[in-house]
């Protein structure tokens, strides 16, 4: 974990984003009140299970929802612009367009979904580079070159002519990568890229982001199930559950060492890790609550080992805070509880 933080204020802040879906005539909310902040040469994992809502918070800050869903409510403020997410004018909708691909760019899980099959791929760059900076199209594609050796493709004078199909899944996810980076962005939005990756070529884009992270001081907002590769990459955390933030902290590993949420605290806990072998994996018990029915009070409460009976019916608090962190929790982890635990099942 590395950071090159600038301490000028917050290139992004988002305040109350809640966004409904509708799914058989019934609306429902799948995200609810989430708020955070993310500074120049910051990166911040968001993190939780499948559909949590990590990916849906990404897409609504570019206005890259589906159909059937809706921003009732949702201030961002990015790079000195405020952006009201729930407005559907035209004029919202250009606003977004002008910040999208140049101020704040989005790397996506699958590259082969959003490569164009039947266009060479640093045409992709070409095009794109193109448009933003109004280069010539010779000028643009030794630009192309350029990015794609800083991404660390080394024949790229040969791959800048290349198909999709042809290039292997990490190749394809730097050509993503040169792409978005292109029109210099202050924010970097990634969507989980390197799930579909096999360890070492994880391990490779991981520090691939790194280096971008230092040579262009963009902030970094990265979408994950998989803590290892936020503890690496990451300064600061938010947590989500069912569309809700769980726990927040721009300390990342003083909430990695002591986590204040049970969600958290199990997240953790269900890590593998290759220092105690031998320990038996923890599985947090049940599952997600499905759209339409999640609980009336806290969303975690029927997973939760520290349930007590308020949680089933209570409103969670908007926040808690414990030791600057921000907490979502009746019945908060006591600090020493959860030490004792994690070092229990560490033997």
Known sequence: MRST????????????????????????????????????????????????????????????LPPNATVVSGLMEFDGQAFDLSQRSKSARRQLERVRGA?????????????????????????????????????????????????GIHDAEHTVDAYAFELSGGLKQRVMIAAAVAGRPKLILCDEPTTALDVTVQQQI?????????????????????????????????????????????????????????????????????????????????SAPALGDRPPGCPFAPRCEYREDDCEHERVPDTSPIDGREVHCLHPVRQDASSVRLAKESR
Do not use: W
């Open 5 to 64: 933080m600038d301490d000028s204020g917050p290139l992004l802040t988002m305040d109350d984003l809640t966004v409904n879906l509708q799914v058989a005539g019934a609306q429902h909310t799948v995200l609810e009140h989430v708020s955070f902040e993310l500074r120049p040469g910051e990166a911040r994992g968001l993190v939780g299970e499948s559909g949590s809502g990590k990916s849906l918070t990404l897409r609504a800050m570019l206005g890259l």
């Open 103 to 151: 101020g704040i760019s989005m790397i996506f899980q699958e590259p082969s979904v959003a490569l164009n099959p039947v266009i060479p791929v640093g045409e992709q760059i070409v095009d794109a580079v193109m448009r933003r900076d109004r280069m010539r199209r010779a000028e643009a594609r030794d630009y192309a070159i350029h990015l794609m050796r800083l991404v």
């Open 206 to 286: 991981l520090s691939l982001f790194t280096h971008l992270r230092d040579e262009l001081g963009a902030g970094v907002l990265y979408v994950t199930h998989d803590l290892a590769v936020v503890a690496q990459l990451c300064d600061s955390v938010t947590v989500l559950y069912s569309g809700n933030v769980m726990e927040a902290s721009s300390d990342l590993r003083a909430v990695f060492e002591k986590p204040a949420h049970p969600y958290t605290e199990a997240l953790l806990r269900s890590t593998p890790d290759v220092d105690r072998i031998g320990r038996r994996l923890y599985s947090i018990p049940g």
